[in-house]
């Protein structure tokens, strides 16, 4: 039996944060990704070059770079706009930062998604009289979803990881608790190997999850040999 020394609590808290801030930067991201992969296959040059630009500078820039810019960043924005030293919430700007981070390389998962999809299928659709949005709703996004799940999903496992980048501005997340922990007891090789145990639980539970959902969304598609 582990002894974690008092600090259980405070690492399970630790946990549910991480879990938390990772579920709501999927959530913002996957919009932000949609929007992105929407703009890199839209007809007009400003938006393409405007999508272009987010999705290179983003993956071009380490992940705790624009975690450090952005709270910093945020921190000097807010105080120039209300006039008094305002600090970001480590929480806002690790969901913020996060959600910038997935919704660039999201962008590219839809797009490859979106191209995936038979045009012949959209072509009848539009020979129906099917409004955009409606070939958007019944056709392109209902198929798009099978072919963006792998990579959806391989994004998610980065990105449940990458919450710990942000106990480096602060944030209560599983990573900040354990190294509380080892620092305060001198026994770092018990709370890190509790973290790395606690990381891997996450991700194997994501991937179970994962391939129940690809199962799903595969139901009544014939692979060929």
Do not use: C
Request: aromatic share 8%.
């Amino acid at each position: 039996m582990i002894n974690l020394q008092g600090f259980g609590d405070q690492i399970i808290r630790g946990a549910i944060t991480t879990v938390e801030v990772a579920l709501a930067s999927l959530a913002m991201g996957t919009v932000v990704g949609l929007f992105g992969a929407t703009a890199k296959l839209a007809t007009s040059r400003a938006l393409n070059r405007l999508a272009d630009a987010y999705t290179t500078v983003v993956r071009g820039v380490p992940e705790l770079l624009i975690i450090l810019i952005l709270y910093f960043g945020g921190t000097v924005a807010l105080t120039a706009l209300f006039g008094k030293y305002v600090e970001v919430d480590a929480i806002a700007a690790g969901v913020f930062a996060l959600t910038v981070v997935f919704g660039a390389y999201a962008a590219e998962v839809f797009r490859g998604a979106i191209i995936a999809v038979p045009p012949g299928q959209i072509e009848a659709a539009q020979a129906l009289g099917l409004s955009k949005v409606q070939v958007w709703r019944l056709v392109i996004l209902p198929q798009m979803w099978r072919y963006a799940l792998p990579g959806l999903g391989n994004l998610w496992l980065v990105l449940l990881k990458d919450t710990a980048l942000v106990s480096v501005v602060g944030l209560d997340d599983v990573m900040r608790k354990t190294s509380m922990a080892a620092g305060s007891t001198h026994d770092p090789l018990t709370f890190y190997t509790l973290a790395a145990g606690l990381y891997l639980l996450f991700t194997s539970v994501s991937l179970l999850g994962l391939t129940l959902i690809e199962r799903h969304a595969s139901r009544g598609i014939r692979f060929s040999d």
